[in-house]
């Protein structure tokens, strides 16, 4: 495909050009509708906002990342396939909204050159006119998000509600189906799981089941965090991040950065159930395939992790938030992985195929193309 970029300054002469910036080395770009290319001349720092089947009647949302990507094509195409990825989770999640992702390529900053980023992309953000809706994502937080409020208040969102709560809510729930439908029970007083990073979702998955589990295994590439953890909660135990996805657990929770199932990978897991918070978890679908050929149950991230979305829409959707009506919606979480696991059944497809073919019919009730 050819990436289309429009950008809100001039570009300086040693910015990439869009020759330098076409895609060939993977399939599945070929529905993305434009990239907006984002750079700040002071730092040098770019970036990407690419959509996903854009549509005039509804915006396109999709939180934006800070990460130090190894170049700035890694960061192009880890914003491609994540506007595909929210395009599906919003579908799946019972919206109409199209999707979108916005990656900034940027390592460490001082406090005050990393506040003027965020009020130049919150101005990139208002410059798009509305199409893209935006809130924090990894390596942009609350106060980040309230700062960029402030320039582009309309466009960004994660203010009133806090969407790392609503994901664990509903990847919460996603587990009891899954638990059921491997174990036949609810019930996870026997259980054990690994999690796979502990920021800001996975600490608080670890929060809400380290009473409910018999033991939890944690890793992260954050010290403070790998060592405080396990002093706070006794049946909590640290491992290096090269091993975690090798315990054996009943649970492997991926929530961290995307790609830890792979072709290496897959071949060490020992756990029944794969189910994390974390945003494209497979390498590719035939991973899925693998998983489903293995017997291990892989629920589709785009599923189990949509309960943030839902949080930030239904703020943008009102003016004051409706905690009961949102909280009913993130719980439904758990009947729409169910419906993957019954098309997963009948079909004999892996749950990632499943629940591709759930997400494309609603994505075609509000597009025709």
Not at 50 to 69: E, H
Not at 183 to 188: E, I, M, Q, R
Request: hydrophobic share 40%; proline share 3%.
């Amino acid at each position: 495909m050819r990436i289309v970029l429009i950008h809100q300054e001039t570009m300086s002469k040693n910015t990439l050009s869009t020759t330098d910036l076409q895609v060939t080395s993977y399939d599945g770009y070929d529905n993305h509708s434009v990239v907006a290319f984002f750079v700040d001349p002071e730092t040098n720092i770019q970036g990407f906002v690419s959509f996903y089947r854009m549509n005039l009647k509804y915006p396109a949302f999709g939180a934006t990342r800070i990460w130090n990507f190894p170049t700035l094509h890694d960061g192009l195409e880890d914003s491609l396939r994540l506007a595909k990825t929210m395009m599906y989770k919003n579908a799946m999640a019972g919206t109409p909204y199209s999707g979108a992702k916005g990656v900034l390529v940027s390592g460490k900053l001082s406090p005050q050159k990393r506040k003027k980023l965020l009020i130049k992309y919150a101005r990139f953000v208002s410059f798009l006119g509305g199409r893209f809706i935006t809130g924090a994502d990894v390596g942009v937080n609350i106060a980040d998000v309230k700062l960029m409020k402030t320039v582009s208040n309309d466009y960004i969102v994660g203010v009133k509600v806090n969407p790392v709560e609503h994901t664990v809510n509903g990847l919460l729930s996603a587990l009891d189906s899954a638990v059921f439908e491997v174990f036949g029970t609810k019930d996870l007083s026997n259980r054990t799981i690994a999690v796979q990073g502990v920021g800001k979702t996975g600490r608080l998955l670890v929060d809400r089941l380290h009473d409910k589990v018999k033991s939890i295994y944690i890793s992260d590439i954050n010290e403070k965090e790998i060592h405080s953890i396990p002093r706070k909660y006794k049946n909590v135990q640290a491992v290096i991040p090269e091993d975690i996805h090798k315990q054996k657990v009943d649970i492997f929770s991926p929530c961290a950065l995307g790609g830890i199932l792979n072709k290496k990978t897959i071949k060490s897991i020992r756990a029944q159930i794969i189910l994390g918070t974390a945003n494209n978890q497979l390498q590719n679908d035939d991973i899925a395939t693998e998983l489903h050929r293995l017997g291990i149950f892989y629920a589709p991230d785009y599923v189990v992790n949509g309960g943030g979305v839902i949080s930030v829409i239904h703020e943008y959707e009102n003016k004051r938030i409706f905690k009961n009506i949102l909280n009913k919606r993130v719980l439904l979480i758990g009947k729409t992985l169910k419906r993957v696991i019954q098309y997963s059944k009948t079909h004999n497809v892996s749950m990632k195929k499943a629940a591709d073919v759930l997400a494309e019919r609603i994505i075609n009730k509000y597009y025709d193309y």
